[in-house]
């Protein structure tokens, strides 16, 4: 069976103080159920924030990691470094990581890999721009997204792949994906990747949307039969909203 997972990603947002105080509100409400919860606040909060949870069900999660394993690169955070805070998940290939920070899919296929390596699972963005979509063209480009960032990789590695699909256009604009535009995409994702690892794998691969998600359309969004759950930006921003997007379950 497939997980339903809900993964925070706080972005360039909160104090240490801040996050520490959000992380633990959060993991006080976490109730023991079959949702798995993800924190990804930035690196300098992750050992704070990874340290603070006593959930079963919650984890914590990087929001980016070196296409690097080691060594003279300034300013960078490799995944082994993320996985030594105990954190167990790195979003990898944020449309913010692709169009301010230049990352290519072939840069974003090494972070995969490192990431594997270092025993994190991956959280796997893709998605189309507007005018992608205005064109028609926005299937053929997250088939792309996903085929060059991830097929490369073994069946056995394919299978801890989590994807989650965000069109760009949806990311902080308070305009969501309706749930059909949702879940048309992640039926064409998970067909995709039937074609290519078989139903068995397909089947079990979580596939979160992502984009204005709030409490008040969750629930209509993960009753998709492709939704396994949700990318949160603005409102994991706040425990009651990020709490009432994980109990829309
Ligand atoms: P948003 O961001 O929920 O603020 O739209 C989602 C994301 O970028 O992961």
Redesign the pocket.
Known sequence: MRKKIVAG?W?MNKTLQEGIELAKTINRQVEENEVIIILCPPFIHLSEVAGSITKDALFAGGQNCSSEASGAYTGEVSAEMIRSTGAEYVIIG???RRTYFKETDEILNKKVKLALANDLIPIF?CGEVLAERQSGKHIQIVKSQVEKGLFDLSPEDFRRIVI?Y?PVW????GVTATAEQAQEMHKVIREHITDKYGNEIASNTSILY????KPSNAKELFSNPDVDGG??????LSASDFMGIVNAF
């Open positions: 990603n972005k944020h449309s913010e963005c989650a965000e949806a990311i902080g604009t992502g984009g204005s998600c990318l949160i930006g603005g409102a994991s």
